[in-house]
């Protein structure tokens, strides 16, 4: 096995952020109740990964939950609420720009862009117009366990470009990324309603095209139904399912995907995490995966610097990149908050295997990170 270890300067990204103090909130006030908030996050990673043969670690900032900065605004206006928000990541050498052949860092682009939303609410519900979230965004992705800052049902955040490689040594075309996901809705350019909240039930749903990207045209439709609720003892429960529409521009055939997922936390801090999906494409050639993820966690207020979170998951998939395929990926993290910088330090162990009908090794990340959040 050769090993090419490589450091960037983000190592000294890393050091700087479990060294800052936790800031005050930058939210200024109003005399008419609104407000404007400035907000961001940082989140470098030191990211090992083998793929059976070769190992390549480096620091690079963790697609799990990018580095970001923004803006929330938020008015009254008579028995409404007026708000903006504004959200860009930073653009950074990121998780998913890299693999066996080297990086292709894009820096920072216009996909970058994750919200520019204009909302107004009130006793009718919420309607928003502009970039941001889908319906089904998060509907996959629905978790209430404090591990889940580094163990959800997305599974490769981390090493998504690796290439799977063959026992017998040659790397194929297939990456992580290609073998796995979990359907999750997106951001897009969009227009949305979503209902007030009926007794822990809300529903929505939403029409959106690409509009950061020049060479998509098609439409997105969703709609979606979620719960969530507090009941006597303490225990929390939330769950989400959605129906999403990729209506291709070229007429080639829809894409329909079906998700959902459902989490219970209950006081003890052990948890229970669900999730699944599943796709029709009737693009021609394209195939139809879907999957199912489990997770179970345990948490606790054990150390003083803050609350600890440990877990344990695991995702079965069928007909991802080839109709016959199967992957399989299970992983272990632990998450430490520590309230003094307000950071989550967290470690974690992801395996991939995955199988078409052509022997590959086996895909393993280690992953330790640190998410600073002002």
Excluded: C
């Excluded at 070769?54 to 900065?69: A, C, I, Q, W, Y």
């Excluded at 007429?251 to 796709?279: C, E, H, M, Q, Y």
């Amino acid at each position: 096995m050769t090993v090419n270890f490589k450091l960037t300067s983000m190592a000294a990204v890393l050091a700087a952020t479990t060294a800052i103090p936790a800031a005050a909130e930058l939210k200024y006030e109003n005399n008419s109740g609104g407000y404007v908030l400035l907000y961001g996050q940082f989140n470098p990673a030191l990211i090992s990964v083998d793929d059976g043969q070769e190992t390549d670690t480096r620091v690079l900032d963790n697609d799990l939950s990018n580095s970001r900065v923004g803006l929330r605004l938020m008015q009254p206006y008579g028995s409404n609420e007026f708000t903006f928000r504004f959200e860009s990541a930073l653009g950074l050498p990121n998780s998913s720009e890299w693999n066996q052949l080297g990086t292709d860092f894009s820096g920072w682009t216009r996909e970058d862009i994750r919200h520019v939303d204009f909302a107004l609410k009130g006793d009718y519900g919420k309607f928003s117009a502009g970039q941001g979230s889908m319906v089904s965004d998060g509907a996959a992705e629905l978790d209430l366990s404090y591990v889940g800052t580094a163990l959800y049902s997305f599974t490769n955040d981390e090493n998504s470009g690796f290439f799977y490689r063959g026992t017998d040594g040659v790397l194929s075309g297939i990456t992580v990324g290609d073998s796995s996901s979990n359907l999750d809705g997106a951001r897009r350019g969009r227009i949305r309603y979503d209902t007030p909240d009926i007794n822990g039930f809300t529903a929505g749903f939403a029409y959106g095209q690409n509009i950061l990207s020049s060479s998509d045209d098609d439409d997105y439709y969703d709609v979606g139904l979620f719960y969530g609720n507090v009941f006597a003892g303490g225990v929390e429960f939330a769950a989400g399912v959605a129906y999403s529409v990729r209506e291709r521009d070229d007429n080639s055939g829809d894409r329909k995907d079906t998700i959902g997922s459902a989490s219970v936390l209950l006081p003890s801090g052990l948890g229970f995490t669900l999730a699944g999906g599943t796709r029709d494409d009737d693009q021609a050639g394209a195939s139809d995966p879907n999957y199912w993820y489990g997770k179970i966690s345990y948490e606790g207020d054990w150390v003083s610097w803050g609350k600890t979170g440990i877990g344990i998951d695991y995702y079965d998939g069928a007909d991802f990149d080839t109709s016959g395929s199967s992957t399989e990926a299970w992983g272990i993290a632990v998450v430490q908050k520590v309230d003094a910088i307000n950071t989550d330090v967290y470690l974690k162990y992801r395996n991939h295997d995955f199988d078409n009908g052509t022997s590959f090794d086996n895909n393993e990340a280690w992953v330790l990170g640190a998410r600073w959040r002002f």
